[in-house]
């Protein structure tokens, strides 16, 4: 989810040569292809269902509830974490989509991807993002495969 996000900032300093948000309003409608794998990036970071950030989210959840007292304070700091991630995305989000850019004119916006080298690895890192969402299997498989081996437990 976060190399995702770092490739469709990347993408956009390539093209504009800044990521400062004032100068980049209207940014959904110049680079809709890497603003939307920006989006999907976002909804994963703050864990919405369907994405890898809420299997991430829901395991470490599970995790902490199993310690009694601290789980709960654990818990809470996790979700506001994602409250927190909802706000700075957001941000981001509300630049790119419904300001008008500095000329006020979304008539004349010409549209400028990233290159397609960067957005074939931002829709990979989402498609990926996505899959393992739906089915993390293959991430857990290893995982576990990995705490097996750390603890020194025979498979």
Same mark, same amino acid.
């Given at each position: 989810?976060?190399?995702?996000?770092?490739?469709?900032?990347?993408?956009?300093?390539?093209?504009?040569?800044?990521?400062?948000?004032?100068?980049?309003?209207?940014?959904?409608?110049?680079?809709?292809?890497?603003?939307?794998?920006?989006?999907?990036?976002?909804?994963?970071?703050?864990?919405?269902?369907?994405?890898?950030?809420?299997?991430?989210?829901?395991? %470490?959840?599970?995790?902490?509830? /199993? +310690?009694?007292? &601290?789980?709960? #304070?654990?818990?809470?700091?996790? $979700?506001? @974490?994602?409250?927190?991630?909802?706000?700075?995305?957001?941000?981001?989000?509300?630049?790119?989509?419904?300001?008008?850019?500095?000329?006020?004119? %979304?008539?004349?916006?010409?549209? /400028? +991807?990233?290159? &397609?080298?960067? #957005?074939?690895?931002?829709?990979? $890192?989402? @498609?990926?993002?996505?899959?393992?969402?739906?089915?993390?299997?293959?991430?857990?498989?290893?995982?576990?495969?990995?705490?097996?081996?750390?603890?020194?437990?025979?498979?």
């Amino acid at each position: 989810m976060k190399a995702a996000l770092f490739v469709a900032v990347a993408g956009i300093m390539w093209r504009y040569g800044t990521t400062n948000l004032d100068q980049l309003a209207g940014l959904g409608r110049r680079m809709p292809l890497t603003m939307l794998g920006f989006v999907f990036g976002g909804l994963s970071l703050i864990g919405v269902p369907l994405t890898a950030g809420f299997i991430s989210k829901w395991y %470490l959840i599970q995790a902490v509830l /199993e +310690e009694p007292g &601290l789980g709960i #304070l654990l818990t809470i700091l996790i $979700l506001a @974490a994602s409250l927190m991630a909802v706000v700075y995305i957001w941000k981001v989000v509300e630049v790119a989509y419904f300001k008008a850019p500095a000329n006020g004119d %979304l008539k004349d916006i010409k549209r /400028e +991807e990233a290159p &397609l080298a960067v #957005l074939i690895m931002l829709w990979g $890192l989402v @498609a990926a993002n996505i899959w393992f969402g739906i089915d993390p299997s293959l991430p857990l498989t290893v995982a576990d495969m990995e705490i097996m081996h750390v603890l020194g437990v025979a498979p």
